[in-house]
């Protein structure tokens, strides 16, 4: 008899640690590229409410029946049954994380080889973008992870790859034909990432990127349509174009770019980030600006 609750006292245990490593996985797993889908939230709390339940009759079978040892011994089973189930699902979404993480540092070194410009450029705004995040309040910011808005700014220009030379670095304005090739870099992004079903979810934030409040962007899409991650990356996007060197204008200070981002609040960017942003400390943006990039040799 003491065997039995031996047995239900460590199944109460194991079930309590798996409540614990359940919740934490579920706090960790927010962290993979994904913006969490309500099918996913409601499976989650279903299973908490499950692991509780459990918990609950181990403790009533306990306390209130008189268990034999076949009741005690299928108790105890069924704890250590959930503790490797949770350990499965815990590897296997490591695995994914690491994955993903893999894929995108490839992508990045890709850049690198190919433009370090681009390269410098794409870091800054990441940057700039996880800055303004901080400052976004929460309520803002549902259902969109910090780690997805990351690697969708920091791949925000992959499309560029896909643009020649010739146009990308032109020390000059563009022409009208010139314009049309370079207008298509957000959609040869989407191109780029879309085999990847870790991106799946970033996919709009990238390809609307260059979208305007007023619905005259790249694609003329109306600004209520407008992801608002999208919304964030423009800004800093803006930021940066703003304040580093291009091959056709001078990179411009701090106060420049703030008075020119409030101007175009309400027409190109969104008016509630900009105001936002503009509140957020000059030394916390210039800190932004990526270790061995000097803003002023940007072309
Ligand atoms: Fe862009």
């Known amino acids: 008899m003491l065997l039995v609750y031996i047995m239900i006292i460590l199944g109460s245990i194991l079930m309590v640690t798996n409540i614990l490593r359940f919740d934490r996985f579920v706090r960790r797993s927010k962290d993979v590229l994904s913006s969490g889908k309500s099918q996913d939230v409601f499976w989650t709390n279903l299973a908490f409410i499950l692991l509780i339940f459990f918990l ?5 079978i306990a306390v209130f029946s ?3 040892f076949l009741v005690g011994s299928i108790l105890f089973g069924g704890s250590i049954f959930v503790a490797i189930i949770i350990s499965f699902i815990v590897h296997l979404t490591d695995t994914v994380k690491e994955r993903s993480i893999d894929i995108v540092e490839t992508l990045i070194e890709v850049i690198e080889a190919r433009d370090p410009n681009l390269n410098g450029h794409s870091r800054y705004v990441q940057n700039v973008t996880m800055c303004l995040w901080k400052y976004i309040p929460t309520e803002m910011k549902e259902g969109i992870t910090p780690v997805s808005i990351e ?15 010739s146009i990308l670095n032109k020390p000059g304005k563009l022409d009208a034909a010139e314009w049309e090739v370079m207008k298509q870099h957000p959609k040869k992004g989407v191109r780029i990432l879309k085999k990847l079903k870790s991106f799946e979810d970033v996919l709009p934030w990238i390809e609307y990127h260059h979208e305007r409040i007023d619905g005259k962007g790249y694609y003329r899409i109306p600004g209520d349509k407008i992801p608002f991650a999208a919304r964030v990356i423009a800004i800093a996007d803006t930021y940066s174009a703003i304040t580093m060197r291009r091959a056709y204008k001078p990179a411009k200070t701090y106060e420049d770019a703030v008075s020119i981002i409030k101007e175009v609040a309400g027409t190109q960017l969104d008016p509630k980030l900009t105001d936002i942003f503009c509140s957020i400390p000059k030394p916390e943006l210039d800190a932004c600006v990526p270790e061995n990039v000097d803003v002023d040799s940007i072309y």
């Open 66 to 68: 008189h268990p034999d």
């Open 56 to 60: 609950i009759g181990y403790i009533g």
């Open 151 to 165: 690697y969708a700014a920091l791949l925000h220009d992959v499309g560029k790859l896909g643009i020649p030379e």
